[in-house]
Structures are given as structure tokens and as C-alpha cells.
């Protein structure tokens, strides 16, 4: 797992920031949404490998509303 949580929304822009990236071994990523996607309420994002995601995920019935 990588703890993204502040800078990892950054990287892409750094110069000579490490390379994070599903080449190396990790198998997930989680950036924090409302640190700097501008979110206005608590928020995480988590990216992981295939493989991993039937041990995490969770079916949610929504409501038919508009």
C-alpha cells in the first residue's frame, strides 16, 4: 500500500519526484479527496490492483431518488 493521503495528487507535477507507480510492488494507492481535490467534505480515494478489489468491496443498494 502507498499513503498518498497529501502529496500524492502532486507528484505527477514534481520534478524529479519519485516514480509511483503498479510496476513497482504496490498494491494500492489512497489519496485523501479533501486535501487537494478541493472536496468540500471528508473524501478518500483508493486505487488498487484487480485482484484485490473482490476482498474490499462492498454492494450498495441506492435509493431510487432523483
Known sequence: HCDGALFAMMM??????????????????AVSGHKMLGCPMPC?????????????EERIDYLNSV
Open 12 to 29: 505527477p507535477f514534481v520534478d524529479h519526484a519519485p516514480l509511483v507507480n503498479f510496476e513497482k510492488p504496490i498494491d494500492s494507492i
Open 44 to 56: 478518500g480515494v483508493t486505487i488498487s490492483r484487480k485482484e484485490h478489489v473482490k476482498n474490499v
